[in-house]
């Protein structure tokens, strides 16, 4: 980064400040923007006193150098933006030109097949005359521009030509030209019958030719050659009828009445079709037969039912005479023909029979008397039942046969309606189709005149201007089946898809990720930036600067060094605070490696664990043990044990040891302030390990007792209106902010947005074989 211009002449007026004069103003920079290279200073950060001596002394800024402000060299470009944001996200494109391709492959692949029939016709720019010359009426058909050449294509797209293509195909062949297509689809709804015939048909000239392809698409090969030739037939027959509408008014006539009397030969055939559906007539003189036999059986049971009626209704009134009279229904005929009655009657006259033997010779007690007599009271009582069951059942016998009887008439007077109503649709049937044989005649009569009268009036000089040059043939292809093509519109689609949906992303996308995220969005100077360390882990990444495993990272925290050390804010800055936005920025990492550079370059440095709540500098050094600031702070151990000696050479640690239920009492108890205050007269520099500004306020309780604050913010994690949120609320504590470390930078993305890891530097971070270097020298 360009080194601050510690010239004092660009500064702006200090401002008065009682008992706490230093911070001074932010100047004139971020008020007239970055064009001035952070204005004219970025402030006299401290023209007064700050704890006894000049804080900042000079001018922040970096001098006159064009930045982002207003005219600068370094103004956004917008389409710079988009290139950085397709960089970034780039495997985006990538899977969706993938998902696309897979997606238009396997519809591709799931499509019903379709097959395209293609006949080619010929426009003449003169319609051919046997009799030489051209008349008025020619004039109007003649190709000369072309206007006239599209009009004529226009023609062949007319609705009237469908109608007449609709009108030659049969039923069942026009309800399979329809049935794939009339439902359309979700955006189109059900489609009409010349909507389907439009959109299927294709009718398209061929460049700088008098010749047009006539196309039909259907996924049934030979009915797409069908209908093609139908068109073709059908464009060609309108022409011709067109020429004649204009130079034969009575053959025009002629055409109109014919047209009429198909329209009535068509509406006859539906009525008769009608007829025939609703009246059920398909075999009428069947069905008037059927009808008939039924009847002739309903009538024979209907006097059968009535001979049975009568029959009961004449025994009922018999029955009903001798209950009256009180003799035995029992001696009815009918009811003796009964089974059940005839055998309870014979077995009493036979029990009879046994008792009167019984009496001449047994007495009225004797067993076999007796049991006898109440064996034939037993018989009677049968006799009895069975008499009743058998009235009962005459009388039901006569209910059934009056229902049947009613349902018989019933179905009876049905049968003679039915046969009424197929006698009226018969005539009226017959009527239909003397009328359709009738115009039919006289349609086949019209049609040869008007054939003869188109004879005559085209061997005297008229004729059609279009010939059928090619019949319709059919590719063996379907037209819908190229795998090649759907991949290409797959990929292109997946491309322009994921283009656009990085470029909505990356402009609502307000995460920090540049120098110019920082300096615009949170209006802070960018100390510098460290890229993400993957090499190392545990005490060798908390103490990156004392090995060269990952050099880049290394050099990164060391550019940073060198730009605290070139600022004249820092040079009497001895109390850092570290902090940031969220956890898991990186605070700790930068903190413990800026001390150990501070402390290699022969400095007394300390690093303070501040986070009491979530503490990091101890697990991340390798700390086991339990003592540190916690202990002390409970009178378990004095400061001098709490502080871990020589953690490197001149860099001493102070952990938290157990984390604290009551952070803030401890950040705001005397005695913490008081340590700070100690531990600054023991120490050149100390380094503060706060907790994150968006999480927890306890970094706000420690500035007090602080130089500087260095603000982290990890690459490509914070929103901008977060951080800025915090950063506000350390200025309105006053706080003197030194600038932002963005950290875990992405290597592949930093020279995009920054001018820092470029490939050509990176010889400067591995080392060179001998060989290499004698040889760069022998260059040189």
């Given at each position: 980064m360009p080194t601050p211009d510690p010239s004092s002449d660009n500064r702006p007026p200090e401002p008065s400040r009682e008992g706490n004069p230093g911070y001074g103003s932010y100047g004139q920079g971020y008020g007239q923007g970055y064009g001035q290279g952070y204005g004219q200073g970025y402030g006299a950060y401290g023209a007064g006193n700050y704890r006894g001596g000049n804080y900042g002394g000079g001018n922040y800024g970096y001098g006159n150098n064009p930045g982002y402000g207003k005219g600068g060299a370094g103004e956004s470009n917008p389409i710079q933006n988009y290139l950085l944001m397709l960089k970034e996200r780039y495997w985006w494109i990538l899977l969706a030109s993938l998902v696309f391709l897979t997606l238009s492959l396997l519809n591709t692949y799931n499509v019903v097949p379709e097959y395209r029939a293609t006949g080619r016709l010929r426009v003449f720019r003169l319609s051919p005359n046997i009799n030489g010359g051209s008349s008025a009426a020619d004039d109007n058909f003649k190709i000369v521009s072309n206007d006239d050449f599209f009009t004529a294509i226009e023609a062949m797209r007319s609705a009237n030509i469908i109608e007449g293509v609709s009108k030659r195909l049969t039923v069942a062949e026009r309800k399979q030209v329809l049935e794939p297509y009339q439902g359309g689809n979700i955006f189109s709804g059900p489609l009409t019958e010349q909507e389907v015939f439009a959109r299927q048909r294709g009718i398209n000239p061929q460049r700088q030719t008098l010749v047009i392809n006539v196309d039909f698409t259907h996924p049934n090969r030979d009915l797409a050659r069908q209908v093609a030739r139908l068109f073709c037939e059908s464009i060609k027959k309108n022409s011709e009828d067109d020429r004649l509408m204009?130079?034969?008014?009575?053959?025009?006539?002629?055409?109109?009445?014919?047209?009429?009397?198909?329209?009535?030969?068509?509406r006859l055939n539906e009525q008769k079709n009608g007829l025939i559906k609703n009246q059920k007539l398909l075999s009428i003189a069947?069905?008037?037969?059927?009808?008939?036999?039924?009847?002739?059986?309903?009538?024979?049971?209907?006097?059968?039912?009535?001979?049975?009626?009568?029959?009961?209704?004449?025994?009922?009134?018999?029955?009903?005479?001798?209950?009256?009279?009180?003799?035995?229904?029992?001696?009815?005929?009918?009811?003796?023909?009964?089974?059940?009655?005839?055998?309870?009657?014979?077995?009493?006259s036979g029990s009879k029979i046994r008792v009167s033997q019984m009496t001449e010779t047994y007495t009225d007690q004797h067993p076999k008397l007796v049991a006898e007599r109440e064996a034939l009271k037993q018989?009677?009582?049968?006799?009895?039942?069975?008499?009743?069951?058998?009235?009962?059942?005459?009388?039901?016998?006569?209910?059934?046969?009056?229902?049947?009887?009613?349902?018989?008439?019933?179905?009876?007077?049905?049968?003679?309606?039915?046969?009424?109503?197929?006698?009226?649709?018969?005539?009226?049937?017959?009527?239909?189709?003397?009328?359709?044989?009738?115009?039919?005649?006289?349609?086949?009569?019209?049609?040869?005149?008007?054939?003869?009268?188109?004879?005559?009036?085209?061997?005297?000089?008229?004729?059609?201007?279009?010939?059928?040059?090619?019949?319709?043939?059919?590719?063996?292809?379907?037209?819908?089946?190229?795998?090649?093509?759907?991949?290409?519109?797959?990929?292109?689609?997946?491309?322009?898809?994921?283009?656009?949906?990085?470029?909505?992303?990356?402009?609502?996308?307000d995460r920090i990720k540049s120098a110019k995220d920082v300096e615009g969005s949170l209006g802070l100077p960018l100390i510098g930036t460290i890229p993400?360390?993957?090499?190392?882990?545990?005490?060798?990444?908390?103490?990156?600067?004392?090995?060269?495993?990952?050099?880049?990272?290394?050099?990164?925290?060391?550019?940073?060094?060198?730009?605290?050390?070139?600022?004249?804010?820092?040079s009497k800055t001895r109390v850092f605070l570290v902090t940031s936005t969220r956890p898991s920025e990186g605070k700790t990492f930068v903190a413990t490696n800026l001390a150990l550079l501070f402390a290699q370059h022969s400095e007394r440095v300390l690093v303070i664990d501040a986070d009491l709540r979530l503490p990091n500098v101890g697990p991340s050094l390798g700390f086991t043990g339990d003592g540190g600031l916690s202990k002390w702070f409970n009178a378990e151990m004095t400061l001098d044990d709490a502080i871990v000696r020589d953690v490197a050479p001149g860099l001493d640690v102070l952990p938290v040891g157990l984390s604290c239920k009551n952070p803030t009492q401890v950040i705001n108890n005397p005695k913490f302030?008081?340590?700070?205050?100690?531990?600054?007269?023991?120490?050149?520099?100390?380094?503060?390990?706060?907790?994150?500004?968006g999480a927890v306020s306890d970094a706000l309780h420690i500035l007090p007792k602080t130089d500087g604050v260095i603000y982290v913010v990890r690459y490509n994690v914070v929103n901008a209106r977060n951080a800025v949120s915090c950063i506000s609320r350390l200025r309105d504590a006053h706080a003197p902010i030194l600038g932002v470390v963005l950290n875990s930078m992405s290597i592949r993305m930093a020279s995009a947005y920054t001018d820092t890891y470029d490939s050509s530097y990176r010889k400067y971070y591995v080392d060179e074989p001998r060989g290499a270097t004698d040889s760069d020298s022998a260059k040189s």
């Open positions: 204009v130079t034969n008014p009575l053959i025009e006539k002629a055409r109109i009445e014919i047209e009429t009397l198909e329209d009535k030969v068509r069947k069905d008037t037969n059927t009808l008939t036999a039924e009847r002739s059986v309903l009538v024979r049971d209907r006097e059968e039912t009535r001979k049975q009626i009568d029959e009961n209704e004449i025994l009922v009134l018999v029955i009903a005479s001798y209950e009256s009279e009180g003799r035995p229904v029992g001696d009815i005929p009918q009811i003796r023909a009964d089974n059940d009655v005839a055998a309870a009657q014979t077995a009493i018989l009677e009582r049968q006799l009895k039942e069975a008499t009743t069951q058998a009235i009962k059942s005459r009388r039901s016998s006569l209910d059934n046969a009056k229902a049947r009887h009613e349902a018989i008439l019933r179905n009876l007077l049905a049968k003679e309606e039915e046969i009424s109503r197929l006698q009226a649709a018969n005539v009226d049937l017959e009527r239909v189709d003397k009328e359709i044989r009738a115009s039919e005649e006289f349609l086949g009569r019209m049609k040869l005149s008007y054939e003869d009268a188109k004879l005559r009036s085209s061997t005297s000089g008229t004729s059609t201007s279009i010939s059928i040059l090619d019949a319709p043939s059919v590719s063996d292809k379907p037209i819908n089946k190229n795998y090649y093509f759907s991949a290409l519109v797959g990929i292109g689609s997946g491309l322009l898809f994921g283009v656009v949906l990085i470029i909505v992303i990356g402009t609502l996308d993400r360390a993957t090499v190392t882990s545990g005490p060798d990444r908390a103490l990156l600067a004392r090995q060269d495993k990952d050099r880049i990272a290394t050099e990164a925290v060391r550019s940073i060094y060198s730009a605290l050390k070139v600022n004249p804010a820092v302030l008081a340590m700070i205050e100690e531990l600054r007269g023991r120490y050149d520099r100390i380094f503060i390990d706060s907790p994150p500004i």
